[in-house]
């Protein structure tokens, strides 16, 4: 395939209110604004004016949010998509941090079903609805799980054939005895 891209540089969304997306990234969650840009672009067929906050993240990159001036535009592109923990953010966390964002959670006075957590067994995972509903999880790997990388990485297109042929039986050795 030739070179890889090096990184995520930003991943974006739209949001209802950038003050509270702000406030909850940066204040609950430790994620600082590093940038905000106000601007007018020609896009999809006329002019539309958006501010976008850029929340940066410890490898360069960033989680970036929109919200329009507009009230059309923003019905438009806005946020309103039905919610689904399918749909989130996955950032890679080690484990002093992911115990940190617990805590920063848990001040918060978010509780469940505004987060949970989930043992997969190759990574334990901390989830954390933002308040337009988006999910951010919080994923610290297992060090065992680097072990079976390469074999991971030789099986994966036949493990995705046996399953789209309909043999779903489980892989994940972490979590289910019959898989070892």
């Not at 930003?10 to 003050?19: G, M």
């Not at 749909?87 to 484990?95: E, F, G, S, T, Y």
Request: with cysteine; net charge negative.
């Amino acid at each position: 395939m030739g070179k890889l891209p090096s990184r995520l540089h930003h991943t974006a969304y739209v949001s209802k209110d950038l003050e509270a997306t702000r406030a909850f990234y940066e204040d609950t969650l430790g994620i600082p604004l590093v940038a905000t840009w106000c601007e007018t672009d020609f896009l999809f067929g006329k002019d539309r004016t958006y501010c976008h906050l850029f929340f940066g993240l410890g490898d360069g990159s960033a989680l970036a949010f929109f919200q329009f001036a507009d009230a059309e535009d923003q019905a438009l592109f806005g946020p309103d998509l039905p919610a689904s923990p399918f749909r989130h953010i996955a950032l890679n966390v080690d484990k002093e941090t992911q115990a940190e964002l617990e805590r920063r959670i848990e001040k918060a006075g978010l509780q469940p079903p505004k987060t949970y957590t989930l043992e997969h067994g190759y990574c334990r995972s901390v989830y954390v609805e933002d308040p337009d509903g988006m999910i951010v999880e919080f994923t610290c790997d297992d060090p065992r799980a680097a072990d079976g990388d390469a074999e991971r990485r030789a099986n994966a297109h036949a493990e995705l054939k046996r399953w789209l042929a309909g043999d779903h039986t489980t892989n994940n050795q972490f979590r289910h005895e019959e898989a070892a």
